[in-house]
């Protein structure tokens, strides 16, 4: 999302939670993933509600034509909110505020963290799993089959709002690879609760006091809340690597060694 567009995502956020309360945000991103999959459909209305040079009122009256009685008046006014204000990408804004509001939906039912845990998990095995990362991805696998493997995979083992966004990943990229596309949505989920995702590798499971600790050792270094999401990783060897806010903190022996290897080399 390019900064001209900053001021209209918050308004656009701000419009969104109030239309989602009273318990009926899952459903409400779902309308909302809806909307994205005409506009990623239809570029030609696309390029519509995004022209500058077309008035608000106009682009407005153009959402409520094509969307309305399709969508709930709720979602219909998030979206003609969006066509009013300015984007550099109306179909990313959108999709955004979907999964925000399926993320919400999440809070509402207390499963939050669940959701959080769920999305990193799942994007670790698809990323470790070429031949499910193809399954899934590939625009040629049937979709009843792909459902099929999804349903196998996942129902009754997470949570709904968690199957539901992996399931908009797996069937709509929208130019991104299915774990990226996780990583993005678990990141929405952190960012609704205002707190940072750590992605901790060790070589061995923490013990629960050990993530307590190190949790709150980086928030209290970083300002914010933490998220974990530890990795078992055999080539760290000993201690942990840490990746955090755009930041790699690593202490890991097997970087030690390796860096000391180097310097008995040179």
Excluded at 105 to 126: H, P, Q, S, Y
């Amino acid at each position: 999302m390019r900064s001209a567009s900053r001021a209209s995502l918050a308004e656009a956020i701000e419009r969104l939670s109030a239309a989602a309360a009273g318990g009926h945000a899952r459903h409400f991103g779902d309308e909302l993933l809806a909307v994205v999959g005409v506009l990623d459909r239809e570029p030609g209305l696309r390029r519509m509600l995004s022209d500058p040079s077309r008035s608000a009122d106009a682009k407005a009256g153009l959402a409520e034509a094509v969307l309305g009685g399709k969508v709930s008046a709720a979602a219909l006014d998030v979206v003609t909110g969006l066509a009013r204000s300015r984007w550099s990408a109306l179909a990313d804004a959108a999709e955004q505020l979907a999964v925000l509001a399926v993320v919400e939906g999440a809070e509402d039912e207390g499963t939050l963290d669940e959701l959080e845990d769920e999305l990193f998990r799942f994007g670790r095995i698809v990323d470790a799993e070429p031949d499910l990362r193809v399954a899934l991805s590939s625009p040629f696998v049937d979709p009843e089959r792909k459902q099929q493997l999804l349903d196998t995979l996942l129902a009754g083992k997470v949570t709904p709002p968690a199957l539901r966004l992996i399931t908009e990943a797996a069937f709509h990229p929208r130019g991104r690879s299915l774990d990226k596309s996780l990583d993005e949505y678990a990141g929405l989920a952190a960012q609704r609760r205002e707190r940072l995702v750590a992605e901790v590798h060790v070589a061995a499971e923490l013990t629960e006091e050990q993530r307590s600790r190190l949790a709150a050792a980086l928030a209290a270094a970083y300002g914010h809340d933490v998220h974990l999401n530890v990795v078992l990783d055999p080539e760290v060897i000993g201690g942990m690597s840490v990746r955090i806010a755009d930041e790699f903190i690593d202490g890991s022996l097997a970087t030690r060694l390796a860096a000391l290897r180097r310097r008995l080399a040179a």
